[in-house]
């Protein structure tokens, strides 16, 4: 119980940070900051601002792949007519529910917690974990995020 042998730890409550982020074989993709949490109409704004001109100059042919994990946000009336207006320029991949070891950015989101893990000091402060994830998201390697993609299955289990 000696001071110097002990630390200090945040319990649970000490509030969160929320991020949507995007990757592909060739590039980490964006890192958005989310205030309070991703609804409908948040979600849209992302796909519809920021990864449709991304998918668009990266596949200008169409012939891109976009995944979604089936998050509520995902299925709701206003995302899901936006994606058929634009279904010509880039393919939805279907995922099933409830799949997160499919899907391989629940994977990528588990090497940015082990990079943040691994900090001395450990942010204290909701702006330090901003910052942390964004450090760690940019310092993912390369070959990390093609091999995610590349463990993808071929064909997804019949749902």
Same mark, same amino acid.
């Given at each position: !119980? ?5 630390? @200090? ?13 995007m #990757?592909?074989?060739h ?20 796909v ?6 991304i !998918?668009? !100059?990266a ?9 979604q994990d ?5 299925g ?8 058929q207006?634009?279904?010509?320029d880039? @393919? ?9 070891n499919?899907?391989?950015?629940e994977?990528f989101?588990? $090497? /940015?917690k082990?990079a943040?893990? =691994? ?7 909701? @702006? $330090? ?7 760690a998201?940019c ?5 990390? #995020? =093609?091999?995610? /993609? $590349?463990? !993808?299955?071929?064909e997804?289990? =019949?749902?």
């Amino acid at each position: !119980m000696h001071p110097t042998c002990m630390s @200090t730890t945040l319990q649970a409550g000490g509030g969160s940070v929320m991020v949507w982020g995007m #990757f592909s074989w060739h590039d980490l993709g964006l890192l958005i900051h989310v205030e309070q949490r991703l609804t409908s109409t948040t979600y849209l704004s992302i796909v519809a601002d920021q990864v449709h001109p991304i !998918m668009l !100059m990266a596949y200008p042919n169409g012939d891109g792949f976009f995944q979604q994990d089936n998050a509520p946000c995902h299925g709701a009336g206003i995302v899901q007519e936006w994606l058929q207006e634009h279904q010509g320029d880039f @393919t939805l991949l279907r995922w099933p529910p409830q799949s997160p070891n499919l899907n391989p950015i629940e994977h990528f989101w588990d $090497e /940015v917690k082990r990079a943040i893990r =691994q900090l001395v000091p450990q942010p204290s402060k909701l @702006t $330090e974990l901003d910052s942390a994830i964004h450090q760690a998201w940019c310092q993912i390697p390369r070959i990390t #995020f =093609q091999h995610l /993609v $590349e463990s !993808m299955p071929e064909e997804l289990p =019949q749902y």
